[in-house]
């Protein structure tokens, strides 16, 4: 009986050896390995900024400038919206333009597409562009192609 319980006890113990959990609590490490384990996982990359879908739309745009023109497209581009253009401008760099949709909405891959005419006036001069933006169903919208406007007038 001595036997069994002493066999009963050691295979206990080497089943629950296996199941240790190790963590470091802070406080009781040292200060470099607090700032490596809070920071590191917290912080994005340095060098990995995503262009924005509009990043090629001009050199001269600036970030509150795509910003802006950004929240503009979105909005004349959407489906459920009239077709109608909607404009966009910056007070502090004069930047302003608008985007027009042209067409209705389309399907390509699993995302909602819409051709649009894109007027920019910039501190060189006025652009006018074409292109082509699509969105996957709830997400942001990006731009497929974008070129000089091909159009009379």
């Given at each position: 009986?001595?036997?069994?319980?002493?066999?009963?006890?050691?295979?206990?113990?080497?089943?629950?050896?296996?199941?240790?959990?190790?963590?470091?609590?802070?406080?009781?490490?040292?200060?470099?390995?607090?700032?490596?384990?809070?920071?590191?996982?917290?912080?994005?990359?340095?060098?990995?900024?995503?262009?924005?879908?509009?990043?090629?739309?001009?050199?001269?745009?600036?970030?509150?400038?795509?910003?802006?023109a950004?929240?503009?497209?979105?909005?004349?581009?959407?489906?459920?919206?009239?077709?109608?253009?909607?404009?966009?401008?910056?007070?502090?760099?004069?930047?302003?333009?608008?985007?027009?949709?042209?067409?209705?909405?389309?399907?390509?891959?699993?995302?909602?597409?819409?051709?649009?005419?894109a007027?920019?006036?910039?501190?060189?001069?006025?652009?006018?562009?074409?292109?082509?933006?699509?969105?996957?169903?709830?997400?942001?919208?990006?731009?497929?192609?974008?070129?000089?406007?091909?159009?009379?007038?």
């Amino acid at each position: 009986m001595r036997a069994l319980a002493l066999a009963g006890a050691v295979l206990t113990g080497l089943a629950v050896a296996g199941c240790s959990v190790s963590f470091p609590i802070i406080g009781l490490s040292s200060k470099a390995e607090d700032e490596i384990a809070t920071t590191s996982s917290i912080l994005p990359a340095r060098g990995t900024t995503k262009p924005g879908p509009l990043a090629s739309l001009s050199s001269e745009l600036g970030p509150e400038d795509l910003r802006r023109a950004e929240g503009a497209m979105a909005v004349a581009l959407d489906p459920q919206g009239n077709g109608a253009a909607v404009s966009w401008d910056n007070p502090q760099s004069s930047m302003k333009g608008s985007f027009t949709p042209v067409g209705g909405p389309f399907l390509r891959a699993d995302e909602i597409c819409r051709a649009f005419i894109a007027h920019v006036a910039t501190q060189t001069g006025p652009q006018r562009l074409q292109g082509t933006a699509c969105r996957p169903s709830g997400g942001e919208w990006a731009v497929k192609d974008i070129g000089p406007w091909k159009g009379t007038g």
